[in-house]
């Protein structure tokens, strides 16, 4: 498929959630949602779309107009250093748009405000609605993102040794990362060794791993803009205590369990209590501190989620984690994560070679 066709895909789905909310018009603002449309990074605040029609014109830093109309010849690609909100503010009132909607859940309010005056409306967020359902293009992309983390990870466990400093460990990560073709880690990188690990966010430090130590990494990285996520943990010496092989085992039991119970059609929240019903029958409920999983995509934490209260309903192409826990304070944790497609019949770990 070609990205002229891709692009035109997604802004036929754009228009067809348009029309069910009588808009004519929709301006986006969030440069997550723009990468999604167009494929094409912009920083924050630097530009603006109008999408109408079917059609995108794009409101932009002169800087990006040479690049965007090389790539992207069939866009209108506009200069504007400044004033781009109002630059499409104008526009929509000279092609005499009815109902113009913006994403009032993303807006930022300076700009926000500019739209409300300008009469638009608040829509709902239609470009994170589309994200869940990856297609096929986005599926292989965020299939390669999370291949390189588990090369990382089958790269990393070997070269560890006593002594070892949690920064030294992430700093190699990255760098292996970085060499397979990622632009950047998906969030930073967590490197927790013996009690480090009970913290479920731990902050990577100075600590040294020492011989009979627990470690924990969670980590990824973003590859052509799709994010990756990955918890592996081991005991490093050879007197792993019973305790953190009992526990290693149910969380590990916990998320084979979340893994097949994910289907189209069913209920995230019942993929979450599945795999929370292995941990809390076994007595350690109260140590399971947070969500099964989340969504993964152009951000890292996205919609659907796989949690206690969600009413959300998996879908093929929904990519989400499974990421189970134990956290044992001033002891050591364990949490195993792989992220997850939803296919046709139930879900493929992507998080593997
Ligand atoms: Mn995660």
Known sequence: MTLQQRITDKLSALR??????????????????????????????????????GRLVCFARELYVHPLKEKYP???????????????????????????????????????????????????????????VKDEHEAALLRDSCRIAYQTYLYIRPLLQTGVTEFEVAAEMEKF??????????????????ENGANPHHVTSRRALKENDAVLMDFGCVYEGYCSDITRCWWHGNEEPAEYTKIWNLVDKA???????????????????????????????????????????????????N???????????????????????????????????????GAEILTKE
């Not at 989340?294 to 659907?304: A, C, K, N, T, Y």
């Not at 929904?318 to 019949?345: A, H, S, W």
């Open 74 to 132: 069939f866009i209108d690609a506009v200069g504007a250093d400044k004033g781009a909100a109002a630059r499409a503010i104008e526009l929509a009132g000279r092609l005499g748009l009815k109902r113009v909607g913006f994403d009032a859940g993303k807006e930022n309010y300076m700009t926000g405000s500019l739209f409300k005056a300008a009469g638009f409306v608040e829509a709902d967020s239609f470009i994170s609605r589309l994200r869940k």
């Open 255 to 305: 998320r084979r369990t979340g893994v097949a119970a994910e289907a189209p059609g069913v209920a995230a929240q019942k993929v979450d209590a599945a795999a929370r019903a292995v941990i809390t029958d076994a007595g350690y409920g109260e140590y399971f501190t947070h969500r099964l999983g989340h969504g993964v995509g152009l951000e890292i934490h996205e919609e659907p989620c």
């Open 16 to 53: 067809a959630c348009m029309a069910q909310e009588g808009l004519d018009g929709l301006v986006i603002t969030d440069h997550t949602d723009q990468f999604y449309i167009l494929g094409f990074h912009f920083a924050p605040g630097e530009a603006v779309f109008l999408v109408h029609d």
């Open 177 to 194: 990362m970085r060499m397979k073709g990622a632009s950047s880690t998906s969030f930073d990188t967590i490197v927790a060794f013996g």
């Open 307 to 345: 949690d206690q209260t969600t009413r959300a309903v998996l879908k093929k192409g929904n990519v989400v984690t499974v990421e189970p826990g134990i956290y044992l304070p001033g002891k050591f944790g364990v949490r195993l994560e792989d992220t997850t497609l939803i296919t046709d019949t």
